[in-house]
Structure formats: C-alpha cells, structure tokens
C-alpha cells in the first residue's frame, strides 16, 4: 500500500475546452460531478451528431469553461477574446461556430460525455520523471486529469495496476473497475500545449515507445463522497 495526498483537482465542464482548477468537487456515479458533462456536436456531413474533440480541431482549446456556482448548473465559456457566454445564451452556438470554423450544437448531460462515468487520476512522480526523460517541463494541463495526487509510490508504478486497484481518497474511494479501467491508453491530445497552440508530437512518441503509451489511471466511484485538495490518499494496487 502507498500513501500520499491530493495535489490538485482539475474539472473539466465542456469536453476538449479547457476547464478549472478547484479545491473541491463531489463524486459519485456521474464520475466527478459536472465533469465534461457539456460537448459539442460536429454538424458537418461527414461527422453529423459526433463530439468535436481537440483531435478535429485543436481551436477548442482557445475557449475556457468554468462553473459559476454549483456543478450541476450551466457553465460559463470565455471566448478567446475574452468575451463571456453562457452555456444557455442562445446566441453561444453561432460564436462557437464562428470561431472554430465548424458548424455545431450543444448538447449537456448529468455525466461525463466521453469515456462514461470515469475518473482520471495521474501522480506527480510520473510527470516528473516524464520530464527527466524528455529533458523539458510537461505540463500537467496537457493530461485533462480530474485528481493529481503524490504518493510515495515509485514513478510509473501505476503503469502496472490492474483491475481491483483502489484509491482511498479522503472518504471517497476509486477503484480501476469496468470497461478501460486501469492504466489510462494515451491518445494525441497530451502532444498539444494546453492552449492549443503547439504540438509537441515527441511527447506522444516517447509515451508509446518507452511506456507502451500509458499515464495515468481510469478509476470508478465505488464509495461517493467529496474530494478535497490536501486529502490523504491510500492507494492499493492489483
């Protein structure tokens, strides 16, 4: 068993929009509440009624998404002039449309719109012996975790926990249960900077060739609860 304590909580409300930094958050069977629970849909001929994800256009990354009170409420965007919209402003979907050059709708539900009603965890000392490796900062912006935790785990241990490991987290426990659960499977998202400016594309490369492509955990709420900033975390790996 490791121990350690939550770092820092990432919450993401609109899929592949960058998100926020909180100090608390609910989790439960939605997953961590509000969590890319908004998306947009691609209504071009060829991808009618898909997620557009920063793989089609990394633009998105130009739009903040935050909430302004409780999570289960619309969230706020800000545009990339700085302008703020509402999720429910009726007008969002032509500036949207304008700005990243697709024509699309919004869609919203009371859970995660990606990978089902999952957690992604990542650990500080596997990002910082990324870094070592690359010999250049990565930032943790570029994974879109949910919870960063320490532990006093080696780095890149986590890259071995099956099926039935747990994460106690303050009164909340995770556990690598269900579909793709365990060992997150990286995709080429991390290889954009944060804002969607520059690819990094040996990021990717060395993710695949020296970690079969791995960061990062897929965890389920088994126990719900609320996660704080500072919380102990007792991990048990499978």
């Excluded at 289960?72 to 402003?89: H, K, N, V, Y």
């Excluded at 320490?150 to 994460?167: H, I, K, R, V």
């Amino acid at each position: 068993m490791f121990s350690g304590s939550v770092v820092q909580l990432h919450r993401w409300p609109v899929k592949s929009l960058r998100g926020e930094r909180v100090e608390a958050a609910r989790f439960d069977d939605r997953g961590m509440a509000g969590d890319r629970a908004h998306a947009l849909i691609d209504l071009r001929p060829k991808r009618t009624g898909k997620v557009l994800t920063i793989r089609q256009n990394p633009g998105l990354l130009s739009w903040h998404s935050a909430y302004r009170g409780p999570a289960e409420e619309p969230p706020t965007l800000r545009a990339p002039d700085g302008t703020d919209w509402s999720w429910i402003d009726p007008r969002l979907p032509a500036a949207l449309s304008e700005s990243l050059g697709v024509p699309l709708e919004l869609r919203n539900a009371d859970g995660m719109q990606d990978r089902g009603p999952t957690v992604l965890v990542t650990i500080e000392a596997s990002r910082a012996a990324l870094a070592d490796e690359l010999g250049a900062a990565v930032d943790l912006a570029r994974f879109r975790p949910n919870l960063h935790l320490t532990l006093d785990a080696p780095a890149f241990a986590e890259e071995s926990w099956g099926e039935g490991t747990t994460l106690t987290v303050g009164d909340v426990i995770l556990e690598a249960v269900g579909e793709d659960a365990g060992p997150c499977i990286r995709c080429v998202v991390p290889s954009w900077d944060p804002a969607g400016r520059d690819r990094w594309p040996k990021l990717q490369t060395w993710l695949i060739e020296q970690h079969e492509n791995k960061f990062g955990l897929i965890m389920r709420v088994t126990r719900p609860g609320t996660v704080r900033a500072g919380d102990e975390v007792w991990a048990q790996p499978l």
